[in-house]
């Protein structure tokens, strides 16, 4: 088996070396007209809702990019979407790719940016990884702006509505990496300057804001959603939502570019829609419901791709994004790494770069378990093998010829390395499992059954758990839950993506636990309740030598030490 | 004398009334090439500094629009610099109006926009209001990014500089009326969470970034000013500044696209750049200094305006921004309204709007003082008399008369209710006085006096008090300033608009009095001392009643309820 091709530059240089076409030939591809949409500088554009189209949306073959569970690197899932995008134009299919935006905080501390890596990027990638088009400043402000009413409201001796400080639950955030601002006390100083309380700080692409954004099908949705954010309790234990103070319109206002989605292109000159940027951990963790169907109208493939594994990425998209929204996905594409294997077959961290077909053979059962599980939504997953310059051929053999007896073909992947050229194989593989008409998404479960029935069903199913534990304040929040009318709402699970269960140290396919739901929380605007089974990271830090020191800018404008 | 036209329109109403021409035409009336822009939609572009042109600003006429001590609705300089704008061009003159952007946090209290108003306006309104084209969210970002690198570094066991956490005056900014964040205490909850420390959040506009965007020349020297941003000292008493941590590069990638002057048109389909909004209050309240150069190498004429009355906003103009920059004003158009002269002679609020030329007469000694002053420049300005329904013609026939006698002209400017043609008049008036030659302006002061001299002459020449009283502070202050070599900075006065004394209450032209130097703050990287002469709001809070509530957005995106 050939190695893949190995290079010398980094990401950002392969990006600059891009010679870009201006954004209007890219959506002269997509049949878009230069003056439907409008532009942010001569590389990104924002599309207007009025090109969504429901008979184009039904013709649409929609491909859901998913993962085995990953070692804390990540194993390739956007990469391997755009490089997924770059094959299937290349065999003929007009596909356009549709992508979570990056948060700009992390790029300021260890993690790289978010707009693949080598060969299969997306471009322009210093504005896709900071600022883009102000969606996630916008998704900011809206969300802070309901923070400053809520305490205006709390200080008023007018027009107070009574609400219980102790009892809110509406943070503010910031896109930026900030341990600082986790617990905080504000309103000190006097009565000037409010009610003191302790309140907190999330990063951005964590605000139910950018949740919502990611649900809504339209403005209007959009701002039902918004009213329908639970902030906390009055004194007389009565619920309070946002548009309880009226703030619904003016935080539409505040989104009424940031919910247009965003054209830019890959490497190789295709359309790519970048679009919303919720957490994984705590959210859905999928590129915004209109900017999917901005690309299924606009082309004949769409490539998506949703966070963390397949067990949280892809059974939310398919239980949350594609029932709210009518989707229907007609094939998945499972990442897989022969270095996941092995880590899932026992190899520690220093190991991980090391040929071993036993810890392949070993990890395997993780890739199985997802493969199972894929199976149980009515698809039948591609395997890619996103291929490192250290697999050996015959842990990749293995790994083909175990999957083939599952039924699934196992493709290596060559994107990061050769883009579209390196991914023909997989899409001739894609097209083939979408054109054989034997996929028939169904979710996993109905939203109408209990909220205990859903999250068991979850933990059973996918997770392979022997059931659910609930804590007291589980139970409380479930009697809560019930009083709202919350109860018909699907469940995103928030668990650690390292593991099938809620516990970071057991890889591979575990079996014999039970996962404990700690508590809830409500996303009653976005639509769906949040059973929190482990600790949830909402505002990451800095390390001790951050990112930002080893950044330069000359005076040209070129940027350097971005990743 | 004719009363001005009156009209059942609000701002917004007229703005979204208007049609707007496509940005690259009007890019095209200053023979700017369309590839040389980049668009933000249809009505907005970036320009590139590539197009400041050192010759061309030396040929430019550029005039400044500030006023007489306002009354709290103020008088109208940003109404009266778009409409003298459309006046000069209806004249044929080529003239771009060149002002600050709004802040957006004020948008949802009490205050309104900031784009002008009635028939002199500059639009897309909304737009220019709300989010732009992202720059105040890049400032914020910026700042906000130094501030984590400061707790970051406070918390580091590895590579502490040793700062004390005590001493930092780096403050976290947000652009949002949010009073619960003017004091506050972060990194609670643990060691994990960073060291616990007092800490508030100031609103954007007062960012020292924003200041430094808005005096930096080029690219470099804007890396270089943030990299000069003192933050506070180390356990040993040093200055530590943005630099020591390496911030600067990463804070100028940051504002890569925000250091792009920003081109929108009036109502009239005349060239207006809006680009930086730094607080009048804290610091020099002007747009950027690349935006006016920027003006003036593409137009015959540029009309510009600085924030409050002329004591502070022209002062600040005239000594920190044309001295730092070589920029040389030719005219000078002083903004007064009857009602303020009203309001100086005596009036109360519910007498603003009636007719009195008893306290017209006792008012002028304002208005009289800031000729006077203006004169202390070397220029003669036009007094613009910002026409209301409810002015009397013997109250503007005695302003003109009085003007007169001082050798000033005085214009009656009805660009709110008629635009262009109710401006031409002044617009004639202004390039009379460029004309004529005889203005030939001189700073007030040398920058490299010492710092109680500089701010004595100031107190003294401009604002006509006995003296300057230093507290214990600003003399601790002082002594500070030297050690940090600052001392040949020029001084940022942070003084009430409401009088030319620090006391509100002394209204017309005070006496007999003295001014009183509470302490110093330190923009050592925007390159200006800031002598605080009272207590300073850097935190707006929301009213009762916050706009927001009145705020509508409609399926198509059509807003109503922005003022």
Redesign the interface.
Known sequence: MAKPTTHNFSDIEIAQAAKMEHIKDIAAKLDIKEDDI?????YKA?LPLSLIDKKKIEQCNLVLVTALTPTPAGEGKTTTSIGLTEGLNKIGKKTTVVLREPS?GPV?GIKGGAAGGGYAQVVPM?DIN??FT?DF??I??AN??L???I??NI?????SLGIDPRTVVWK?V????????????????GT????PRE?GFNITPASEVMAILCMAE???DL?ERLGNIFIGFTFDKQPVYAKD???E??M???L??AIKPNLVQTLEGNSAIIHGGPFANIAQGTNTIIATKMGMSLSDYVVTEAGFGADLGAEKFLDIKCVSSGLKPKAVVLVATIRALRHHGGAQKEEYNTASLKRVKDGFANLEKHIENIHKFGLNPVVAINAFPTDSDEEVEFVQKRCAELGVKAVVARGWAQGGEGMTDLAEAVVEEVESGKGHFKPLYEWNLSVKTKIEIIAKEIYGADGVEFSKKAITDLRTIESLKLNKLPVCMAKTQKSFSDNDALIGRPSNFVVNVREFEFAAGAGFLIPILGKMMRMP??P???A??G???D?S?K?S??S
């Open positions: 409008e532009m942010y500088g001569k924002k700009l300021f210093e900071l600022h102000g400043a916008a900011e402000k802070n702006l923070s400053a009413l305490d205006n200080q008023s001796k007018t027009r503010r910031m896109d930026m990496n900030d341990r600082a601002l986790r617990q905080i006390v504000i309103g000190l100083g000037a300057n409010g009610i309140d339209n403005f209007s701002k103070l009226k703030a319109n003016a539409a206002i505040l009424k570019d830090g800095l001790a030598t951050p930002s020191e950044m330069n800018i005076d404008g940027i030490g971005l």
